[in-house]
Each structure stands twice: as structure tokens, then as C-alpha cells.
Nanobody, 123 residues
Framework: QVQLVESGGGLVQAGGSLRLSCAVSRRPFNVNGMGWFRQAPGKEREIVTAFAWSGGRTDYADSVKGRFTIARDNAKNTVYLQMNSLKPEDTAVYYC????????????????WGQGTQVTVSS
């Protein structure tokens, strides 16, 4: 069973930066992709970014392109989300997720989820 633990959320002013971490424990061989999602109050969960463990292919939601970057440390089995130039509309609970698909941009294609970490951006 894969376990995902997010950390690094918090309160930041608009224009600031945060780095989220997702520690992946007991990653089975069939987990091929990872993603970060977010969910604001009253809204559906949406993709932020996704990547494939093999090959390193990544993709980003248009709303975060140029501001957010996903990175990983294979030795630590940790995935990071660097968020720069944050905006109030980035406020949400951010989730790390793992999938048996090579890379997926849809929440329903993910098999494992972390508990989420709150990011609040003040104006």
C-alpha cells in the first residue's frame, strides 16, 4: 500500500513562494506517475501538475504554467511542488497523488492520495 504524506503548506502573501513536499513510502512497481491536485472550497478538485517517474515527462495546468515547478528526489522518494508568484486564487488544499498510469491529468485515474495540505495566499 502506497502512503503519501504532504507537507509545506501555509499562509503566504500574494507574490510569495512555497514549496510543498510529498513523501512516498512503499512505492510499488506499478506506480508510474505522480500528480499534484488542488481543491478550493465549493470547487471541484483540479490538476496542478503531473509527471511520469520514467522519462520525467511533465505537464502543468495553464493556470500555473511558468509559476509552479514539479521536481523529485529519487533517492528520498519525495516529490516537490515549487510554487512561485502565488496569487489569492491559488488558495486551496493541495493533494499529492500516485497513479498506475504513466501520466494522468484526471483525478479519477489516480489510485493513491495524501491527506492534503492547506495553502492560503493573502492579497
Amino acid at each position: 500500500q502506497v502512503q503519501l504524506v504532504e507537507s509545506g503548506g501555509g499562509l503566504v502573501q500574494a507574490g510569495g513562494s512555497l514549496r510543498l513536499s510529498c513523501a512516498v513510502s512503499r512505492r510499488p512497481f506499478n506506480v508510474n506517475g505522480m500528480g499534484w491536485f488542488r481543491q478550493a472550497p465549493g470547487k471541484e478538485r483540479e490538476i496542478v501538475t503531473a509527471f511520469a517517474w520514467s522519462g520525467g515527462r511533465t505537464d502543468y495546468a495553464d493556470s500555473v504554467k511558468g509559476r509552479f515547478t514539479i521536481a523529485r528526489d529519487n533517492a528520498k522518494n519525495t516529490v516537490y511542488l515549487q510554487m512561485n508568484s502565488l496569487k489569492p486564487e491559488d488558495t486551496a488544499v493541495y493533494y499529492c497523488a500516485a497513479t498506475t498510469n504513466i501520466m494522468a491529468m484526471t483525478p479519477r485515474l489516480y489510485d493513491y492520495w495524501g491527506q492534503g495540505t492547506q495553502v492560503t495566499v493573502s492579497s
